[in-house]
């Protein structure tokens, strides 16, 4: 892998004019073809083959309804009053008949007929209908008029709230917080390089990758269903990866420039090295996030296969573009002279500097006792993770200033919280008289079960094959009673219905919400296996060693522990909720775990690749442990903690979005890579490389024959080049590569 991406970059470096004209050109096609056919993002929480989902389809042949987007309009009466008073009603009357002359709109419903008023007469619901099909497809103007023509009723005192799917707030991908994140990156990248100029490098290749990968998502939505989560998660990721694989190749390309290496052979050597850790690097990132398809969710597959593309985009960039775009900077990114001293000093051994190695070594003088410790501190953080609960965000997730939250809080408070979430009880057979019997039996036993707050009158289907009853649930449709009552339905009710000739099944989007909920939770330990075993096997391939890959992995299962550990104590307790604008305390979103998981596993690989590789080189040329820890750390700790940083803030920037669905992942992944690099990879990892000495690169001669070799960070032969200056030789890079051997 090492020698082609030297031929790579040392064509890029040659052709670096043809290389960039190139690459405008191919981002310019994309992006006029994914503008020409850009398509419409999906909000689809659908899972098919699920008992709620298989039904909800056979209860919409029983039961067709339009094909047409619906929403509500809460009226609410002031403390005393009620919405039946006589101005009150006339107004609401005039107010729902103005909403029904707008242009955009087929019916607004009348609640008293529909029975939508609460007990105590203060609120009432009128259901809206749209001729669009999608919310996204209800102009701006017919809303606009829609919550004109609810005017009369506000000024006659009827409060009014608009709710349902198209009256959302919608979240743009990037926004002012993301803006000011990739603000505090360029800051960062400043203060690692000392340079504006190699600071921009990286930021402008993340940026054209991004650019070039929403474009294509755009032209691929007319075509596939892909979520609407999906373009905010493959922004946050593309611009988080695509920097840091960026930062390590210009880290590199300025270290041999410093060394007095030409720019064309440097940029070719940069490719090779940091280069080849950055291709597998972004392939564990990308193998992880396309493993997500396993789980047979649409959702998750187009979000995983949106964000490994963004990945691989990244990685194409690095080791494409980027070379082209050194090549073109020249002796322009040599960096400033640090000191003479302390370059002395560094490269004898000496005394360091750097923040990173004064804190390894002081790591290393109490080994044992910082193990310990730094072990427990993960542990202790990882602990509120055992009360993780899961289920997919709804309207009581938005922020309360968003019209539909406060539609759903006034209708929780005025008719109870599972008014906001009813379930459907769909009873079919080919008996009309099998289905009546059945249903007025079914009836019966809803009456009586705990946990159902209301029961709806039977309805039958117009071929008399079908009929179905509405249940209110007691508890709202995120909790974890409303589960178990779908649990309780699906087994008591079968039987019953199976006595008397028929067939029942429980249905509905909240239904379908659980059903959702309950695979992504099944599928968290299959993937986990999945990617422990993955971790443990590439580790072991790029390492030729077996401890490495299982104190890396133990690393990384700490990390995920510890990252959703705080994300319970955060969104689901309320630690720190209010400064870090959460909007509603319960549930995690059912997605976050997984793709979390498979992230963090690419992002916890990339430290370990970066850091124990220039171990491993270390220790290649003096055969001192102790020595080599120091020197890996030496040679990556700045780069390290500033990329870990640059991730941090990309995704703290995305936290700050105010998506209930993203704001999770987004804290998650800051909080996760914060722990993986400055106590895990940073702590944890310089301990037990210590502890283990030379046992650390030992690999059994019978998983040495079997294991492919793959030269990482500085393996194989490059080609041809000669190195100026005290760079690496080829001769020293072979012997590099010949681990293991």
């Keep these: 892998m090492a020698s082609s991406l030297y031929r790579l970059g040392t064509f890029a470096a040659r052709r670096w004019r043809a290389m960039v004209i190139g690459w405008l050109l191919a981002?310019?096609?994309v992006v006029g073809l994914g503008l020409s056919f850009a398509g419409t993002f999906t909000d689809s929480s659908s899972i098919p083959g699920s008992p709620a989902q298989t039904a909800l389809t056979r209860m919409d042949h029983h039961f067709p309804a339009p094909d047409a987007q619906s929403a509500r309009v809460v009226f609410q009466a002031g403390p005393g009053r009620e919405v039946t008073d006589p101005d009150l009603s006339a107004a609401l009357t005039e107010a729902r008949k103005a909403m029904g002359q707008v242009p955009g709109v087929s019916e607004v419903g009348d609640p008293v007929e529909s029975q939508t008023v609460s007990?105590?007469?203060?609120?009432?619901?009128?259901?809206?209908?749209?001729?669009?099909?999608?919310?996204?497809?209800?102009p701006a103007r017919t809303l606009d008029a829609v919550r004109t023509a609810g005017e009369p009723a506000e000024r006659a005192g009827l409060k009014t709230v608009y709710g349902g799917e198209p009256f959302e707030t919608s979240h743009p991908p990037v926004g002012p917080s993301e803006l000011i994140g990739l603000g505090v990156t360029l800051v960062v990248l400043v203060l690692t390089f000392g340079s504006l100029l190699a600071a921009g490098l990286p930021l402008l290749t993340a940026v054209l990758g991004i650019g070039g990968t929403i474009a294509a998502m755009a032209g691929l939505a007319s075509m596939f269903d892909i979520s609407d989560n999906a373009p905010t998660l493959a922004i946050m990721l593309g611009l988080a990866v695509g920097i840091d694989y960026a930062l390590f190749i210009v880290s590199r390309h300025r270290s041999q420039l410093s060394g007095g290496m030409p720019v064309r052979e440097s940029v070719a050597r940069a490719t090779a090295t940091a280069g080849s850790a950055v291709v597998f690097a972004g392939a564990t990132v990308l193998i992880a996030l396309a493993g997500l398809s396993v789980a047979g969710v649409p959702m998750l597959t187009s979000?995983?296969?949106?964000?490994?593309?963004?990945?691989?985009?990244?990685?194409?960039?690095?080791?494409?573009?980027?070379?082209?775009?050194?090549?073109?900077?020249?002796?322009?990114?040599?960096?400033?002279?640090?000191?003479?001293?302390a370059h002395t000093e560094e490269a004898n051994g000496g005394s360091p500097t750097t923040w990173g190695v004064r804190w390894v070594q002081g790591v290393l003088r109490h080994p044992v006792r910082n193990l310990l410790l730094g072990t427990l501190a993960l542990v202790a953080l990882s602990l509120p993770a055992t009360e993780l609960r899961l289920a997919l965000t709804d309207e009581g997730s938005a922020v309360t200033t968003d019209s539909s939250r406060q539609a759903y809080d006034i209708i929780s408070d005025a008719f109870g919280p599972g008014a906001n979430g009813p379930l459907i009880v769909l009873i079919e057979d080919d008996d009309p008289a099998t289905v009546a019997s059945t249903a007025s039996a079914v009836e019966d036993r809803l009456n009586g079960l705990p946990g159902v707050a209301d029961v709806s009158a039977v309805e039958v289907a117009g071929d008399r094959t079908a009929a179905r009853l509405q249940v209110v649930p007691e508890a709202g449709p995120r909790s974890q009673e409303t589960s178990d009552l779908v649990s309780r339905l699906r087994t008591q009710l079968p039987p019953l219905a199976q006595s008397l000739g028929g067939s029942v099944a429980v249905t509905g989007m909240t239904a379908v919400s659980i059903d959702l909920s309950d695979k992504l939770s099944g599928a968290l330990a299959p993937f986990l296996i999945v990617v422990v075993g993955l971790s443990l096997l590439l580790l072991m391939i790029a390492f030729r060693s077996v401890a490495v890959p299982l104190k890396a992995t133990a690393g990384f299962l700490l990390s995920i522990g510890a990252?959703?550990?705080?994300?319970?104590?955060?969104?689901?307790?309320?630690?720190?909720?209010?400064?870090?604008?959460?909007?509603?305390?319960?549930?995690?979103?059912?997605?976050?775990?997984?793709?979390?998981m498979?992230?963090?596993?690419?992002?916890?690989?990339?430290?370990?690749?970066?850091?124990?590789?220039?171990?491993?080189?270390?220790?290649l040329r003096h055969h001192d442990a102790r020595r080599a820890v120091l020197g890996g750390v030496r040679a990556t700790a700045r780069v390290v903690t500033s990329a870990a940083v640059i991730m941090i803030a990309v995704f703290v920037g995305f936290l700050f979005s105010r998506d209930?669905?993203?704001?999770?992942?987004?804290?998650?992944?800051?909080?996760?890579?914060?722990?993986?690099?400055?106590?895990?990879?940073?702590t944890l990892v310089p301990a037990v490389m210590s502890l283990l000495g030379d046992r650390a690169w030992?690999?059994?001669?019978?998983?040495?024959?079997?294991l492919p070799h793959v030269d990482i960070e500085g393996g194989g032969p490059y080609g041809t080049g000669t190195s100026a200056g005290p760079g690496p030789s080829p001769e020293d890079n072979r012997s590099v590569g010949a681990v293991g051997r």
């Design 598 to 619: 498979s992230v963090l596993f690419g992002l916890a690989m990339d430290y370990e690749v970066f850091l124990v590789s220039a171990m491993r080189e270390d220790y």
């Design 27 to 29: 981002l310019g096609t």
């Design 698 to 706: 030992r690999l059994p001669m019978r998983l040495d024959r079997v």
């Design 303 to 341: 979000m995983g296969l949106a964000s490994a593309g963004s990945v691989a985009v990244s990685v194409v960039t690095a080791v494409t573009l980027l070379p082209a775009l050194l090549a073109a900077a020249g002796r322009g990114l040599v960096p400033k002279a640090r000191g003479r001293q």
């Design 660 to 682: 209930p669905d993203i704001m999770p992942i987004a804290f998650a992944l800051a909080f996760g890579v914060l722990v993986d690099a400055f106590l895990v990879r940073m």
């Design 563 to 596: 990252a959703f550990g705080a994300t319970v104590a955060v969104f689901q307790w309320g630690w720190l909720a209010g400064p870090l604008g959460v909007p509603s305390e319960g549930p995690v979103a059912s997605f976050v775990p997984i793709i979390v």
């Design 119 to 138: 007990d105590d007469g203060r609120t009432a619901v009128a259901e809206i209908t749209f001729t669009a099909k999608e919310a996204d497809e209800v």
